[in-house]
C-alpha cells in the first residue's frame, strides 16, 4: 500500500526529532523552548530531579505542568525523552500516576532508560511512571482506556499531527468525566497556504501544522468540551532568513490553554467562590487562567462557565462556591465578574505581556527562554 500524506508527514517528523535534532540548541525557532510563565518552586525542585540527558532531549514549547496534582493519573501526549513525565511523577506521588506516549521511539527509549533511576532518586518502592511508543492520535491502539486519566497534558505536539480533531478527540474519550486537557502547542494568526503546511522544516519547528487559533474552540464545542481557557501566550521568533521569508504575514505564538471535560449536569448559574488555599505551590494565589486568579480568603464572583468547571472538577475541593446573593465568610476582598474583560484570543495576550516587559526594568522582564535556564 502507498503512504499517506499523513504517513508522510509522521516519517518527517520522526526523522526530525529522532535525527536531525540532538538537543534543544539545534531548534531554528524558540517555538518549542518558550517559557509560558514563572516556573513555581515546587516545580523547578521537581524540574532538578531530573536525569541530565532526559533534560538534554527535552524540545517542549512552555512548561505543561497545571495545578492540584497529588493522587492524579496523568497522560503526556508525546512525551519524548520524559522530562515532563519525570517531573509529574514526584508531584502525583506514588498513589498517582504519570504515562508518556510518543512516536518517537528513539526518545522512548531514553524515557525508559531511566525509569528505575528516577524512582530510586524518588524514594518510591514501585514504578508510577509508564512510556509507551505509539501515536496520540491513536490511544485505543496503545491500549488506553475509556476515562481512565483525570489529566493528560501536551507540549507542543498536537500541532505536528495533521488529524487535530481525531487527536482532541481521543483525548476526551480516556479523561474522566471533570478532567482536563491542559496544553501549550503553537497558534498562527491566519490560515497556513500549502507551502507553508508541508515545509519539512516548518513542520518540524512546529510552525507548518500550527492550528489558526480560532479553530481550536470550533473542535472543541464539536467534540463536547468547554470553550477553550486560554492561560498563557507568547510570540515566536525566527531564527532564520529564509524560514522567515516564506511565513510572510503569518504570525504565530505558543500559547496554553485548558479545555474542560464536563458532566452532563443542568445550567450554571453565576456564582461567588472563595479559594481555601489549599493547593500545593499555589497556598496564596492561584492564577487559574489569563482572566481568573484566585487569591486566598478573597470572594471572586465567576460567570456560569467557570462556575461549572470548580463544581464539576479536581477544584472543587479547594473552593467554597455559593450562588450569587448568599453572604459568604470571607476575610478577603471581594472581585466582581466583568464578561467585557475576558481574553479569549492568545495574540491579544501576547501582545499585553510584550507591553508588560517592555514597561519592567530590564531585571524584572528577562524571563527564562530556554529550558536549561528553567532547569
Not at 503553537?186 to 519547528?205: D, F, I, M, N, Q
Request: aromatic letters at 8%; proline letters at 4%.
Amino acid at each position: 500500500m502507498a503512504p499517506t500524506g499523513d504517513d508522510e508527514i509522521r516519517k518527517d517528523v520522526q526523522n526530525y526529532y529522532g535525527q536531525v535534532l540532538k538537543k534543544s540548541a539545534d531548534l531554528q525557532t524558540n517555538a518549542c523552548v518558550t517559557a509560558a510563565r514563572p516556573v513555581p518552586k515546587h516545580i523547578r525542585e521537581a524540574l532538578q530531579n531530573v536525569n541530565e540527558e532526559v533534560s538534554l532531549r527535552y524540545y517542549g514549547c512552555g512548561l505543561v505542568i497545571p495545578e492540584c496534582l497529588e493522587n492524579c493519573w496523568i497522560l503526556d501526549l508525546g512525551s519524548g525523552s520524559g522530562r515532563d513525565c519525570y517531573a509529574l511523577s514526584q508531584l502525583v506521588g506514588e498513589k498517582g500516576h504519570v504515562t508518556g506516549i510518543d512516536m518517537t521511539e528513539g526518545q522512548v527509549e531514553v524515557a525508559n532508560k531511566y525509569i528505575e533511576y528516577h524512582m530510586e532518586k524518588y524514594g518510591f518502592q514501585s514504578p508510577n511512571v509508564t512510556f509507551i511508543h505509539g501515536y496520540i492520535e491513536k490511544l485505543g491502539e496503545a491500549g488506553i482506556k475509556n476515562e481512565s486519566y483525570d489529566i493528560v497534558i501536551s507540549n507542543c505536539v498536537i500541532n505536528l499531527v495533521p488529524d487535530k480533531q481525531q487527536v482532541l478527540q481521543e483525548v476526551y474519550r480516556v479523561l474522566k468525566h471533570g478532567g482536563e486537557l491542559y496544553f501549550s502547542d503553537v497558534y498562527a494568526s491566519l490560515e497556513l497556504p500549502e507551502e507553508v503546511r508541508t515545509h519539512k522544516v516548518l513542520r518540524g519547528e512546529c510552525l507548518g501544522g500550527a492550528l489558526y487559533w480560532k479553530d481550536l474552540a470550533i473542535l472543541a464545542q464539536k467534540i463536547g468540551f468547554c470553550p477553550p481557557r486560554l492561560v498563557t501566550a507568547n510570540f515566536i521568533t525566527v531564527q532564520n532568513k529564509e524560514l522567515e521569508n516564506m511565513i510572510g504575514d503569518c504570525r504565530f505564538v505558543s500559547a496554553t490553554f485548558r479545555l474542560f471535560k464536563l458532566p452532563k449536569t443542568g445550567p450554571t448559574k453565576r456564582c461567588q467562590v472563595i479559594y481555601n488555599g489549599g493547593i500545593t505551590g499555589h497556598e496564596k494565589e492561584l492564577t487559574f487562567d489569563a482572566n481568573f486568579t484566585f487569591k486566598k480568603d478573597e470572594t471572586v464572583e465567576v460567570d456560569e462557565e467557570t462556575a461549572a468547571i470548580l463544581k464539576n472538577s479536581r477544584f472543587a475541593q479547594d473552593f467554597l462556591i455559593r450562588p450569587n446573593g448568599e453572604k459568604l465568610p470571607t476575610c478577603g476582598g471581594y472581585t466582581a465578574f466583568e464578561a467585557k474583560d475576558i481574553i479569549t484570543d492568545p495574540f491579544k495576550l501576547a501582545e499585553g505581556s510584550d507591553n508588560a516587559k517592555s514597561r519592567s526594568p530590564p531585571e524584572a522582564a528577562s524571563g527564562c527562554r530556554g529550558t536549561e535556564k528553567c532547569c
